[in-house]
T-cell receptor, first 117, second 114 residues
Framework: AQTVTQSQPEMSVQEAETVTLSCTYDTSESDYYLFWYKQPPSRQMILVIRQEAYKQQNATENRFSVNFQKAAKSFSLKISDSQLGDAAMYFCAYRSARTGTASKLTFGTGTRLQVTL | DTGVSQNPRHKITKRGQNVTFRCDPISEHNRLYWYRQTLGQGPEFLTYFQNEAQLEKSRLLSDRFSAERPKGSFSTLEIQRTEQGDSAMYLC????????????FGSGTRLTVV
């Protein structure tokens, strides 16, 4: 079974600064997808960024980028130019690419990000 | 289509009562998932449907829990004889069957069993 570990329960960053959230995962599969989700206090989960395991190039979405290290099974999220609206819980998630599976997401326990002035 | 809709947003029930939640997914998505999230934790998989077929259930889903998705559209999750340990946020999500698409989540139903 796959597991996802987020070792930072809470992080804090000043507005306009950069912060990196860590995520490691364990799997025996070679083809999979990784995601970062944001869950603001309103509780609706929002997809922030995704990465296909077969791609070596790190995904970027505006101020959000990842550092995907497949051999190390590491998938960190970097938020640049942090904004007050970035304050939320951030979840790292794994999804198998194997056909015939539920393709369910396996989540980490989350990192609460605070953004200060 | 405005996304995944869940009703009710909040439900308070007495222990031993039955409750039912509803989820309306994005119409183009044929996969529908139910997750449970307790405070300070990540969501945990409960069950999923592809169209109207329930194809996988987690061991977390005891026999007091049942889910349906008639006609492959909306889904319901029923909990019978609720227990205090059932108190959680119940999240519904939908997706395309494969690929790098993430899920689209609803806002969840917050269940409190008193």
């Amino acid at each position: 079974a796959q597991t996802v570990t987020q070792s930072q329960p809470e992080m804090s960053v000043q507005e306009a600064e950069t912060v990196t959230l860590s995520c490691t995962y364990d799997t025996s599969e070679s083809d999979y997808y990784l995601f970062w989700y944001k869950q603001p206090p309103s509780r609706q989960m929002i997809l922030v960024i995704r990465q296909e395991a077969y791609k070596q190039q790190n995904a970027t979405e505006n101020r959000f980028s990842v550092n995907f290290q497949k051999a190390a099974k590491s998938f960190s999220l970097k938020i640049s130019d942090s904004q007050l609206g970035d304050a939320a819980m951030y979840f790292c998630a794994y999804r198998s690419a194997r056909t015939g599976t539920a393709s369910k997401l396996t989540f980490g326990t989350g990192t609460r990000l605070q953004v200060t002035l | 289509d405005t996304g995944v809709s869940q009703n009710p947003r909040h439900k308070i029930t007495k222990r031993g009562q039955n409750v039912t939640f509803r989820c309306d997914p994005i119409s183009e998505h044929n996969r529908l998932y139910w997750y449970r999230q307790t405070l300070g934790q990540g969501p945990e998989f409960l069950t999923y449907f592809q169209n109207e077929a329930q194809l996988e259930k987690s061991r977390l889903l005891s026999d007091r829990f049942s889910a349906e998705r008639p006609k492959g559209s909306f889904s319901t999750l029923e909990i019978q004889r609720t227990e205090q340990g059932d108190s959680a946020m119940y999240l519904c999500a939908s997706s395309f069957p494969r690929g790098n698409y993430g899920y689209t989540f609803g806002s969840g139903t917050r269940l409190t069993v008193v």
